[in-house]
T-cell receptor, first 115, second 115 residues
């Protein structure tokens, strides 16, 4: 079946502009995660949605970052007034529930470059 | 303090040989899960293997096995019979039962397999 998809695959934007990154999780997966991977680094957790529960926003680096998940499916990560340090690959993942053993399936990522 | 530590930024192994990638972790939660992911140059994150903190036996998945030493808080990945296609970044990650479902990643190890 279809995996996690993300769009766009690449985004170049000017400093100060707003960007929206989209994630389509695997159908039926209740949990959705956003991570950020800076060049040569590991993945940094940003935000987590589980069903109808309030999202865990503890990883968002500033109030310029926000995310929503509509209808329990598609999610959009918004970065306002982008800065050069926001340049990174943004990865979305989904999983089938909150069990500790459930693996997360990752999308291909969106490479964001802020000039 | 680092929750996941991968001390080997790079490793080399000859084709058909075995290689061990190190991972140590830090948690006070008795219930946690440990994951290894592979990230080829194409960028996607590929799940390899999972070990639960209560699992009595070391996890195995094909050529991958996890050397889980709970008292030492280590979860090393062993790849047997290395193949050229194993060349990639490898990330160790942990999920803690109390800490929602986010994965905490190490900084990764770049494995290069040579003929």
């Amino acid at each position: 079946g279809a995996g996690v998809s993300q769009s766009p695959s690449n985004k170049v934007t000017e400093k100060g502009k707003d960007v929206e990154l989209r994630c389509d999780p695997i159908s039926g997966h209740t949990a959705l995660y956003w991570y950020r991977q800076s060049l040569g680094q590991g993945l940094e957790f940003l935000i987590y949605f589980q069903g109808n529960s309030a999202p865990d926003k503890s990883g968002l680096p500033s109030d310029r970052f926000s995310a929503e998940r509509t209808g329990g499916s598609v999610s959009t990560l918004t970065i306002q007034r982008t800065q050069q340090e926001d340049s990174a690959v943004y990865l979305c993942a989904s999983s089938n529930g909150g069990s500790i053993s459930y693996e997360q399936y990752f999308g291909p990522g969106t490479r964001l470059t802020v000039t | 303090a680092q929750k996941i530590t991968q001390t080997q930024p790079g490793m080399f192994v000859q084709e058909k040989e075995a290689v061990t990638l190190d991972c140590t972790y830090d948690t006070s939660d008795p219930s946690y899960g440990l994951f290894w992911y592979k990230q080829p140059s194409s960028g996607e994150m590929i799940f390899l293997i999972y070990q639960g903190s209560y699992d009595q036996q070391n996890a195995t998945e094909g050529r991958y096995s996890l050397n889980f030493q709970k008292a030492r808080k280590s979860a090393n990945l062993v790849i047997s019979a290395s193949q050229l296609g194993d060349s990639a970044m490898y990330f160790c990650a942990m999920r803690e039962s109390y800490n929602t479902d986010k994965l905490i990643f190490g900084t990764g190890t770049r494995l290069q397999v040579f003929p």
